[in-house]
Each structure stands twice: as C-alpha cells, then as structure tokens.
C-alpha cells in the first residue's frame, strides 16, 4: 500500500487534535522498517545453529558468558549500521504536538532515543547498555577482550548486555510506567507489533478497556485488531508521517 493511498476517517483526526493523552507502543515491525533483521532472522552463520534462547537466557549466560557476549557485540554492530526510519521521525513529531506523550517500546536498539524522542519506556531494555550481573552496575565504557567478557570495576562481575532475556522479569519500574500510561491514555497507538509478546501485549487490552481509542498499525492483522477502533495495514513510515502531515501539517 503507498501512503498516499491511506483513508484517514475525520473522526480519527479529530481525536488526534484534541487529544492531550496519546501513548504509542512499538514492535519489531518499526525496527525491521529500518533494515534492522529480528533476533531470529539475524541468526546466520555460526549464530543459525542456536535456538533464541540459548543466546538470551541467564542460563545460556551462566555457561558460556563469551558465547552470548560476542553474540551481543555482533547485534550492537548490526544496530550501529541502521537509522531510524520515517515512521521514528514522526513519533518524534507527535511527542512535540500531544501535551503528555509517551512512547513504549519493546524494541532494545534504541532508535527511538537515535530519532530524538524524549519520553521512552522501554520494556526490553537497550541493548547498547551494558551492566553487571551480578550488582547491577551500568557502564559506558569497557574494555573488548578477545578472550574473556570486561568485568565490573566495582565488584569484578561479569558484564552483560541490558537487555531482557528469556526467563527475566521486565525492568519493573518500567512496566509501571507503560502501565499507568495505558490506563490513563486518550487514544493508545499500536505500531509494528504482532501483539502476542506477554505483557506488552496487554496494554493495549488496557487502554481500550478504560475507553481509549485503539489505533492499529502493522503489515498484518493481529490479536488487537477486532478490538481496535482504527486499523491501518501497511508501513508504518509511510503511514505515520503521512497521519501528522494531515492533523498538524
Ligand atoms: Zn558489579
């Protein structure tokens, strides 16, 4: 579908207009629109014969830190080599036109922040953060050894990416925040996400149980998509710049 193609319904813009509430959440979708490959299907080469869990688990961590490390340092520098997209730029946009926005995202490549968005919860972590595991510290800086993983210059642990892996509970405060956000919200946007991932995927529900207007956007149908009160199938780069040139432009 092209943009210009989009219908968006008059109610919908109207909304948008005198909103003061608005929260986005976004998925893989966002990133993959970037060039950015999923956790999955960056799994190439040597990395093909692992199962995702094997190279995102505290378990996998505790066997072979360098293993997951050096797996880590190759999806930093698949990050490194992406931008953010047209459909980033114009959440950036709505920020500064909605009084009290925020962005969820379930996204670890930081792009958002990249764009220049200012309020994002992020649900997954960011995986150019590094912090020990074992007292929590955040770095900004270490060493890259080839043998062994940069230790803690606190408390000599082991340092890890800042990411949520599999078996981990979200960063709570976090969770706390995107919670409250879709509680309270006026209109809640679902962007580039398939809507299964636990409990992301749960906020959406939340909004539109307190009476938020749901809009979504994403290539396919997904589990929020009878529940939502707009639907738009397609890109979400093309559709959200296309949806602020209308409302604000
Ligand atoms: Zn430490």
């Not at 909304?15 to 979708?29: C, E, N, P, W």
């Not at 969770?175 to 959406?204: H, K, M, N, W, Y």
């Amino acid at each position: 579908m092209h943009a210009d193609s989009v219908n968006f319904p008059p109610e919908l813009i109207t909304l948008l207009r005198g909103t003061s509430k608005l929260v986005a959440l976004t998925g893989a979708g966002v990133s993959q629109e970037s060039g950015l490959r999923t956790f999955r299907d960056a799994q190439t080469g040597l990395w093909a014969q692992y199962k995702p869990e094997e190279l995102a688990s505290p378990e996998a961590f505790a066997r072979d830190p360098k293993l997951i490390w050096d797996w880590y340092a190759w999806r930093r520098e698949a990050v490194k080599a992406v931008r953010p997209n047209a459909g980033h730029y114009a959440l950036v946009e709505i920020e500064k036109k909605i009084p009290e926005f925020s962005l969820i995202t379930q996204n670890v490549d930081g792009l958002h922040r990249m764009a220049g968005n200012q309020q994002v919860i992020e649900l997954h972590g960011n995986i150019q953060r590094v912090r020990c595991a074992d007292c929590y510290t955040f770095t900004e800086t270490w060493e890259d050894d080839i043998e062994s993983v940069p230790r803690c210059r606190k408390c000599n642990g082991l340092l890890r990416p800042d990411v949520v892996w599999f078996g981990e509970s979200l960063p709570r405060d976090q969770l706390e925040a995107a919670v409250e956000a879709a509680r309270t919200c006026d209109i809640f946007f679902s962007i580039g996400t398939s809507g299964v991932v636990q409990p992301a995927a749960s906020l959406a529900f939340a909004a539109h149980n307190r009476g938020a207007a749901v809009v979504e956007i994403n290539a396919e149908p997904t589990p929020l998509t009878p529940k939502a009160d707009y639907v738009f199938h397609g890109k979400s780069g093309e559709i959200l710049p296309e949806l602020v040139k209308m409302v604000w432009g």
